[in-house]
Nanobody, 119 residues
Framework: QVQLQESGPGLVKPSQTLSLTCTVSGDSITTDLSFWSWIRQPPGKALEWMGFIAYSGATYFTPSLKSRSSISRDTARNQFTLRLSSVTLEDTAVYYC???????????WGQGTQVTVSS
């Protein structure tokens, strides 16, 4: 069974960089044609897909976050890490990592982690 677990600080100050790691078990982040995403949900708002890292290591981001976002990976630990720079109060959200379903959407999700941006 595929499991994903987010980890990282729950509180980040404005203008700092948010860093979250997703640890995967039950599958490899280098499995052919696999894609691994970050999604967030601000309070009272809809889910927002942020970006993915592909099995090849290639990354892609939603245009509105592209300039502030990066995703890296540690294949030995089967982890991938989101970094979001210059955070503001609007980046407060529950952050999820997930595996993309080849037929659309996401088929496995982490439980989510709350990140609050506050001074």
């Amino acid at each position: 069974q595929v499991q994903l677990q987010e980890s990282g600080p729950g509180l980040v100050k404005p203008s700092q960089t948010l860093s979250l790691t997703c640890t995967v078990s039950g599958d490899s982040i280098t499995t052919d044609l696999s894609f691994w995403s970050w999604i967030r949900q601000p309070p009272g708002k809809a889910l927002e897909w942020m970006g993915f890292i592909a099995y090849s290591g290639a990354t892609y981001f939603t245009p509105s976050l592209k300039s502030r976002s990066s995703i890296s990976r540690d294949t030995a630990r089967n982890q991938f890490t989101l970094r979001l720079s210059s955070v503001t109060l609007e980046d407060t959200a529950v952050y999820y990592c997930a595996r993309d379903d080849p037929t659309g959407g996401m088929d496995y999700w982490g439980q989510g982690t709350q990140v609050t941006v506050s001074s």
